[in-house]
């Protein structure tokens, strides 16, 4: 249910299982954990896309997880699914989501993590737990970084879907393509972060954790030493002599 190919350097993590609208189950959960974790370690992925079997991204959390949890089912639960958003957000590789249908709780929360979010005319985001009287949690938190705190609490707490093209408005989607270029438009989009030299590009991405999570002067320090150690290597040097001898 959970599966990944690897194309031309580019890893796919799918998400297959069309007849409940993708929706997730523990050991679905736990396989994008692993999938994802793998992906970011490999040194030869270049970029990483999770997609999707059709017509539909992913409904979210499979109910029947819910109907039968337990805390410590659902601690367990939680906690993958953390996880797998943490393996994203910590990918040293640029890392898309290709987004259709319906993209709901979970996986929103997947896409949050992402990089870059692409999708479908007419695709339907929404965080619904509130209506199953939970919270939303983990990546939830991101919502408010993308789309802003009035936007994210109208999101999270009313429980209702906003189309991709509100979603587009709001800054919580980079791209709104037909669906048959979904792929295509992900590929774009890593293809012009991996033309760029890879370890700065696991900086930047470093920084951005950074950026989130540190105080304001620690970050900026944390910036500083990044670049600082970046020229150790000597790529900067080479790329800024190529630079100058193509004037």
């Given at each position: 249910m959970i599966r990944t190919e690897r194309v031309d350097g580019v890893a796919f993590v799918w998400i297959d299982r069309p007849a409940k609208r993708n929706?997730?189950?523990?050991?679905?959960?736990?396989?994008?954990?692993?999938?994802?974790?793998?992906?970011?370690?490999?040194?030869?992925?270049?970029?990483?896309?999770?997609?999707?079997?059709?017509?539909?991204?992913?409904?979210?959390?499979?109910?029947?997880?819910?109907?039968?949890?337990?805390?410590?089912?659902?601690?367990?639960?939680?906690?993958?699914?953390?996880?797998?958003?943490?393996?994203?957000?910590?990918?040293?590789?640029?890392?898309?989501?290709?987004?259709q249908g319906h993209c709901f709780g979970a996986a929103l929360e997947l896409a949050c993590a992402?990089?870059?979010?692409?999708?479908?005319?007419?695709?339907?985001?929404?965080?619904?737990?509130?209506?199953?009287?939970?919270?939303?949690?983990?990546?939830?938190?991101?919502?408010?970084?993308?789309?802003?705190?009035?936007?994210?609490?109208?999101?999270?707490?009313?429980?209702?879907?906003?189309t991709a093209e509100v979603a587009l408005a709001w800054g919580l989607l980079n791209r709104i393509v037909p669906e048959d270029h979904l792929l295509d438009a992900c590929l774009e989009l890593l293809g012009a972060v991996a033309r760029h030299d890879l370890a700065a590009i696991g900086r930047q991405k470093g920084l951005f954790s950074d950026w989130e999570n540190l105080p304001l002067d620690e970050a900026i320090e944390r910036s500083k030493e990044a670049l600082v150690a970046s020229f150790a290597g000597g790529v900067p040097q080479r790329l800024a002599k190529e630079r100058l001898r193509s004037r």
């Open positions: 929706a997730l189950t523990l050991a679905m959960v736990e396989g994008l954990r692993d999938e994802l974790g793998r992906a970011g370690e490999d040194a030869s992925v270049r970029g990483v896309v999770v997609t999707d079997a059709p017509p539909s991204t992913c409904a979210g959390i499979d109910l029947a997880e819910f109907a039968e949890g337990t805390p410590d089912r659902i601690r367990g639960l939680i906690d993958a699914l953390g996880d797998a958003c943490g393996a994203v957000r910590r990918c040293p590789r640029p890392v898309a989501m290709a987004i992402c990089d870059f979010r692409v999708a479908a005319p007419g695709t339907l985001l929404a965080m619904p737990e509130v209506r199953l009287g939970i919270p939303s949690v983990i990546e939830a938190a991101l919502i408010e970084r993308h789309v802003g705190a009035g936007r994210a609490r109208e999101l999270i707490l009313t429980a209702e879907p906003v």
